[in-house]
């Protein structure tokens, strides 16, 4: 499912127009990107979490040259699948 098949599906579950079913799904998908952009973790209880990891700096190697390389410290979103999720998709 991708973006617009959501707001398609909200569109009709909710029945609401499709301009406010964009709305909204790009309001909670802003809000999510925000907070994780401010380091807070965002958990959907029984679906999923996403967070942040921090990675220091270290050095690696280029893999063409085998030259060393200093890869420079960085921030990653993560998901992590929540139990009830787990269970819906394994039956």
Do not use: H, W
């Not at 990891?53 to 921030?75: C, W």
């Amino acid at each position: 499912m991708n973006k617009l098949e959501l707001i398609s599906e909200l569109k009709n579950k909710a029945d609401i127009s499709k301009t406010d079913a964009a709305k909204v799904v790009q309001i909670f998908f802003d809000s999510m990107t925000e907070a994780m952009a401010r380091g807070e973790r965002v958990e959907i209880r029984g679906l999923c979490s996403f967070f942040v990891k921090e990675y220091q700096s270290y050095t690696g190697r280029n893999p063409k040259t085998g030259e060393k390389v200093t890869i420079k410290p960085k921030k990653l979103p993560f998901f992590k699948a929540g139990k009830e999720l787990k269970e819906r998709v394994d039956r």
